[in-house]
């Protein structure tokens, strides 16, 4: 299971931050979601899409296991006086709404039929899943081939079960800033999968100087994503899935 620690959330801060990406991404999704909604955000992490969705939506309820994740989206709510967002902290499964979502987003989270038990179980309407669509992991110092469930990967189950859905291509770029070449190696030290050793040279080659003194250097990372849609109310039941 992704465990979230401290360096982590600082990073993926920095980056949101730092990026309209979330804010792009939501205005994207929104033509894909009915009006006046109540949306779950599932497996939201630090909650910026959700912040992003809530001016278009009744209502977003935003779930995560991980409290220190939400405790920076409830800053940011009172930051910016959003109160139609509801954090939940838990297992999704564990925590169905009192009546049936409008929508689901899982934008990276849960895979295959996890997601179509959950949507089935918990949503009736739209259900959007956000999917890597490149190949290799974006953040080794050597080549590695990516081991997750892809866009390609979810889209052949939903052939499988018979399952109507579009899917379309988006790129937005979502890249990480560092105050420090420390930060930059510290961050290729989390998340490198390919074994190769984490210098300080290996890791300036990856970065970009940016100019400016808070964030000097810059990893720079479009997201190749795939977007899939269908209606939680043509899955199968349970027991097909």
Same mark, same amino acid.
């Given at each position: ?100 979502? +409008? #929508? ?7 895979? $295959? &039929? @996890? ?6 179980? %918990? ?77 300080? +040279? #290996? ?7 940016? $100019? &400016? @003194? ?6 720079? %990372? ?20």
């Amino acid at each position: 299971m992704f465990r979230w620690n401290e360096d982590m959330i600082r990073f993926l801060r920095d980056a949101s931050e730092q990026s309209d990406y979330h804010r792009l991404l939501a205005e994207y999704l929104a033509g894909r979601l009915p009006q006046n909604a109540h949306v779950c955000d599932a497996g939201c992490g630090l909650g910026y899409l959700s912040l992003r969705l809530a001016p278009y939506c009744r209502r977003v309820t935003a779930v995560d296991v991980c409290e220190e994740t939400l405790a920076v989206l409830r800053e940011n709510c009172a930051k910016e006086g959003i109160t139609n967002i509801t954090p939940q902290c838990g297992e999704i499964a564990e925590l169905p709404p009192d009546t049936p979502y +409008d #929508a689901m987003v899982f934008c990276f989270f849960g895979i $295959g &039929r @996890e997601v179509l038990r959950l949507a089935r179980a %918990q949503c009736r309407g739209p259900v959007i899943l956000i999917k890597k669509a490149w190949q290799d992991h974006r953040f080794s110092i050597g080549k590695q081939k990516l081991n997750h469930e892809s866009y390609a990967d979810m889209c052949a189950l939903l052939d499988e079960l018979h399952i109507p859905h579009t899917g379309e291509m988006l790129a937005l770029e979502m890249g990480q800033p560092f105050r420090t070449i420390g930060d930059a190696c510290r961050f290729f030290e989390i998340y490198d999968k390919s074994g190769e050793a984490i210098t300080e +040279d #290996a890791v300036r080659r990856r970065l970009i100087a940016t $100019g &400016r @003194e808070d964030f000097p250097f810059y990893l720079p %990372q479009p997201k190749q994503m795939g977007i899939i849609q269908f209606d939680s109310r043509d899955i199968p039941a349970s027991e097909y899935i």
